[in-house]
C-alpha cells in the first residue's frame, strides 16, 4: 500500500474524531439543563426618586451561567426602597440604582454618603432658562466685584455637580423648560461652605454640563472690567493762544 495513501488515511481518521469529539461535547452542552435563579424585575415603570412598593414588582426565573450582579431574589428586598433612577417594565432591579430608606424625606435617601443636600435661589437666568432638571449636572460660577477696583470677577467655583431636585420635584426627564425659584444640588461639605460663602460676597451662575462629559478642569479666574477707573489718564496739552492787541 502506497504510505503516501497510509499517512493521509490517518490524518483523515484523527479530523474526524475530533470533530465527533467537538459535537459530542456541544449536544451535552445543550442538552443539559441551564440553571435558574429569581430576580425581582419592574412590573411598571417606575419613577425617579420614588419609594418602592409590592405592585410595582414581581419575580421572574433568570436562565443562565450566573445571575446578574446586584440582583434581588425576593420584592421584600426591594419595597420601601427609593429609586435612584427610572425603571422601565421588565427592567432588573439592581442595588447600585436602589437607595434605603430610613426616615425623613425622599430627598434624604438620594443624597449619597458624606454629602449633603444644599438649596439655592435662582431665577430664569441663573436656572439656565429652566431647562435644568434633576439628575442633571451643572458647574457653578462666581461673581463679585471688588469694591476698590471696581472690577467684576468670574470663576468656576464647582464642576460636575449634581441637581438633586429642582423646587419641589425629584421627577427626572423633564424636557420642558420651567422657570422655578430653587434649585438643590448635591455637595459635599466643604463645597458647601464655598457655595454659602460665594452667595454671601456676590452672585452664582449655574452652568449645564453634557452628561457625557465627567471631566473636572483646572478654569483660571477671568476678570471682566466693568467701570474701572482709568489708570495715569495722558495729561492734556495746554495750548497757548495768542490774542492781538
Do not use: C
Not at 19 to 30: Q, S, T, Y
Not at 65 to 87: D, L
Not at 175 to 187: D, G, N, Q
Request: proline share 5%.
Amino acid at each position: 500500500m502506497n504510505k503516501r495513501f497510509i499517512i493521509m488515511l490517518i490524518i483523515a481518521l484523527l479530523m474526524a474524531s475530533i470533530a465527533a469529539w467537538i459535537a459530542n461535547l456541544w449536544i451535552k452542552e445543550k442538552t443539559q439543563p441551564q440553571k435558574t435563579f429569581q430576580v425581582v424585575v419592574a412590573a411598571v415603570d417606575i419613577p425617579f426618586g420614588l419609594k418602592v412598593e409590592d405592585y410595582q414588582l414581581k419575580v421572574i426565573s433568570w436562565n443562565g451561567a450566573v445571575v446578574p450582579e446586584g440582583t434581588y431574589t425576593t420584592k421584600e428586598q426591594v419595597i420601601n426602597r427609593v429609586t435612584k433612577n427610572n425603571f422601565y417594565v421588565g427592567e432588573l432591579i439592581t442595588d447600585k440604582r436602589m437607595s434605603e430608606y430610613l426616615a425623613g424625606s425622599m430627598l434624604s435617601a438620594l443624597i449619597k454618603k458624606d454629602h449633603r443636600a444644599v438649596s439655592v435661589r435662582v431665577d430664569d437666568v441663573v436656572g439656565v432658562s429652566g431647562f435644568i432638571s434633576p439628575g442633571n449636572n451643572v458647574d457653578v460660577l462666581s461673581s463679585k466685584i471688588d469694591r476698590l477696583t471696581n472690577k467684576a470677577s468670574t470663576q468656576t467655583l464647582l464642576q460636575n455637580i449634581t441637581v438633586l431636585a429642582v423646587d419641589q420635584d425629584l421627577a427626572q426627564g423633564n424636557e420642558k423648560p420651567t422657570v422655578v425659584r430653587a434649585v438643590t444640588l448635591e455637595l459635599m461639605p466643604d463645597q458647601a461652605n464655598l457655595m454659602v460663602s460665594a452667595l454671601q460676597e456676590g452672585t452664582i451662575q449655574l452652568s449645564l454640563r453634557n452628561p457625557l462629559d465627567i471631566d473636572v478642569v483646572t478654569v483660571p479666574e477671568k476678570v471682566m472690567a466693568l467701570t474701572e477707573p482709568e489708570k495715569n489718564p495722558p495729561k492734556k496739552k495746554r495750548l497757548l493762544k495768542v490774542i492781538p492787541w
